[in-house]
């Protein structure tokens, strides 16, 4: 097994990226309800990945063997947003998820709606006390146990630093490795449970608002 390296992300890493939300997010987000090689499945990612690109001043892929096998993307007040070339149009995924079968159609309204409404209610009135944020942090499965995490997390606290950076500030779930951010000094802010109903149950997992002190 070879070194990992650190680079920039490339608009070639895209792919990856969404399967490491997959992997980061899929249980929580309770993702493997929907049919994954399906249209509307590929434009919700579509959808995230733009999601967490939007924002970004900085980001980072892990190489290992040739392979990207971990990510990290971050954002700092008063920087620029430099991956929002790498976004795609969104009409053809509003056309994806609105061709989806009823079923699923319903279920994607009601994942994104509870979702977002659950982080903004987190968030409220507590933006003003963040300069920074960490977007997404991943590392694949297949990776894990080779301190990639914690490597990928060094690069953007460095970022941070350079920027001058006081806190930020990241969205965690209860299906997530929460033990990571606690072992690396983030402090949990608050919860909120969310509750979906899909068409077929109900499912419940707390989503949580973390904090860093540089």
């Known amino acids: 097994m070879g070194d990992v390296m650190i680079r920039e992300i490339e608009e070639k890493d895209l792919s990856v990226l969404q399967l490491l939300i997959v992997e980061a997010f ?5 993702l493997g309800r929907f049919e994954q090689g399906a249209d509307y499945f590929r434009a919700l990612l579509e959808v995230y990945q733009n999601m967490f ?14 392979n990207v096998v971990g990510a990290v993307l971050a954002s700092a007040k008063g920087d620029a947003e430099k991956f929002r070339s790498l976004q795609k149009d969104v009409a053809p995924h509003t056309l ?4 989806a079968p009823e079923a699923a159609r319903a279920d994607l309204v009601e994942h994104l709606s509870v979702s977002f409404q659950t982080i903004g209610q987190l968030l409220e009135h ?10 997404f942090i991943a590392v694949s499965k297949r990776a894990q146990g080779l301190h ?7 690069a953007a606290r460095a970022y941070f630093k350079s920027r001058h950076i006081k806190s930020i500030y990241l969205i965690a779930d209860s299906a997530c490795n929460v033990g990571f951010y606690h072992h690396h000094g983030f402090s949990k802010v608050d919860a909120q449970e969310a509750t979906y109903h899909y068409t077929t149950g109900q499912k419940k997992f707390d989503i ?6 540089l």
């Open 26 to 30: 899929g249980a929580g987000w309770n």
């Open 53 to 66: 690109l939007n924002s970004s001043t900085f980001g980072k892929v892990a190489v290992l063997d040739g």
């Open 96 to 99: 994806a998820l609105l061709a």
């Open 126 to 135: 507590r933006l003003d006390a963040y300069d920074g944020s960490l977007e």
């Open 148 to 154: 990639i995490g914690k490597t990928l997390w060094g």
């Open 208 to 213: 949580f608002l973390y904090a860093y002190q």
